[in-house]
């Protein structure tokens, strides 16, 4: 173990933290999917009577309705990234995570009844869930910036955030399974049960700060707060929203994080569709096999966490170094990949093993640009991830769209120019990222302890 660890990270709060906000985001991405594999079974239940379920699997010809009620998601979503933010640095992170995704198991549990009413119900429960997940992770920045020691923020944040991965990777195939079975209203159920149970342990366990905790150690908790004691700001509730957004570091991470997500949705939308399409996989298939980029995914993030912290804490790297180069691995790395995927001719193994790699080097970014506004500014975390959020979000609205215009007639070529636009896009993010990315805090986040004259 590493010196950091003063004592076993097994027990200690803020592992706990960790723990069950990663429970959190598996419920959050769980719900978030779900939709996906039920809209294949509700529009067909709406024409099919017999209870007949296998023909269900070729007979999802997507109608535009269908497109709207899957990126209605985002509408809701993208409202909720800088309110979120500056929500959680005014009243606390804890309620604000807890209520987010309440809010979004009750719209889950409520969907049957909205599909049965119409469409346009339907759109609205899930603009509803978008707007509550939305707050999500500003607040789980906000809650980390007063849990996370410095040189633990890479490995508690990518525990953290590999729920969310997990989420898409047992909700996908556990869906499909529940669909086959029972029926498609009982996907809504059994993941909005799970999602109540989460929050009555986060209600019940979790708390603001380490000085609010009632049952952390003296120990831990001095370790925290002295450790965070020269980073964060103490100007109450002055929002600098100037220096925020004049910030050069920040929109380096807006850059990077745009073009990340871009490849990330184009896959996570389209994935299925190129298996089928291209790859001639059944939709069993696809479900086991659309699961492994995820997996890869949170196993190298989690991975790339604990080396990360190792090279700044052990090794002495400056951080900006460390969130540099694991942002170029976690971005050119699958930049690289996609594009020889295109070129992989009907050698499927070969595609996915391509596919899978692409996907799984992404996780090393979790490491990089991805946490990089805890270093520059974490008494702002939260709002700052809302802004680059928000720009990162627009790729899940529009490049799923872009990628259907531009494989109209399902050939590999077309598909070799979605890989293309979406590794050109990545190595642009790369570069940018790495010319004026920052490791340290900048001078107006903790502004306002030099102002007093101390």
Request: with cysteine.
């Amino acid at each position: 173990n590493s010196k950091g660890f003063i004592f076993p990270s097994c027990c200690s709060a803020r592992y706990g933290l960790a723990f069950l906000s990663s429970y959190g985001f598996f419920v959050a991405y769980a719900l978030r999917v779900n939709l996906s594999v039920a809209m294949v079974d509700m529009v067909n239940s709406t024409h099919d009577t017999s209870g007949n379920h296998s023909s269900s699997v070729c007979s999802g010809h997507s109608s535009p309705t269908q497109g709207w009620i899957l990126g209605s998601f985002f509408y809701g979503y993208i409202l909720t990234q800088v309110p979120g933010g500056y929500l959680a640095s005014r009243f606390g992170a804890k309620w604000l995570m807890g209520l987010g995704i309440l809010g979004t198991v009750i719209f889950t549990l409520l969907t049957p009844i909205a599909a049965d009413l119409g469409a346009g119900y339907l759109i609205a429960v899930r603009v509803l869930e978008g707007i509550g997940e939305g707050v999500t992770f500003p607040a789980m920045y906000a809650m980390w910036a007063a849990w996370a020691p410095p040189m633990e923020r890479s490995r508690l944040l990518t525990i953290s955030y590999t729920g969310a991965q997990l989420g898409t990777v047992i909700a996908l195939p556990l869906s499909g399974e529940i669909c086959f079975y029972l029926d498609w209203t009982y996907i809504f159920y059994v993941f909005g049960a799970v999602g109540l149970l989460w929050f009555v342990l986060w209600a019940l366990l979790v708390f603001n700060s380490p000085n609010t905790h009632p049952r952390i150690s003296e120990r831990e908790r001095l370790y925290i707060t002295t450790s965070l004691k020269n980073e964060l700001s103490s100007s109450g509730g002055h929002i600098p929203w100037g220096s925020i957004v004049t910030s050069r570091p920040l929109w380096a991470i807006v850059i990077a994080h745009f073009s990340y997500n871009w490849t990330f949705y184009t896959l996570l939308t389209l994935l299925p569709t190129y298996m089928s399409d291209i790859l001639g996989f059944s939709i069993q298939q696809n479900g086991m096999l659309s699961a492994l980029p995820y997996i890869g995914c949170g196993l190298l993030a989690v991975m790339g966490g604990q080396v990360a912290d190792y090279l700044r804490e052990s090794c002495m790297y400056p951080t900006v170094a460390v969130r540099k180069a694991f942002s170029i691995a976690g971005m050119i790395g699958p930049a690289v990949f996609l594009v020889a995927a295109g070129y992989t001719g009907c050698n499927y193994i070969l595609a996915v093993t391509f596919l899978t790699v692409s996907s799984s080097l992404g996780g090393l970014s979790a490491s990089g640009f991805n946490i990089n506004h805890l270093d520059i500014a974490p008494s702002y975390a939260g709002i700052l991830l809302g802004i680059t959020n928000t720009f990162a979000t627009i790729p899940g609205m529009v490049g799923p769209v872009i990628a259907s215009a531009l494989t109209k007639q399902k050939t590999i070529e077309e598909w070799q120019t979605v890989f293309y636009i979406a590794a050109g896009i990545n190595l642009f993010g790369a570069t940018f990222y790495t010319l004026f990315g920052k490791g340290t805090v900048q001078p107006w986040a903790v502004s306002s302890s030099y102002s007093h004259g101390d």
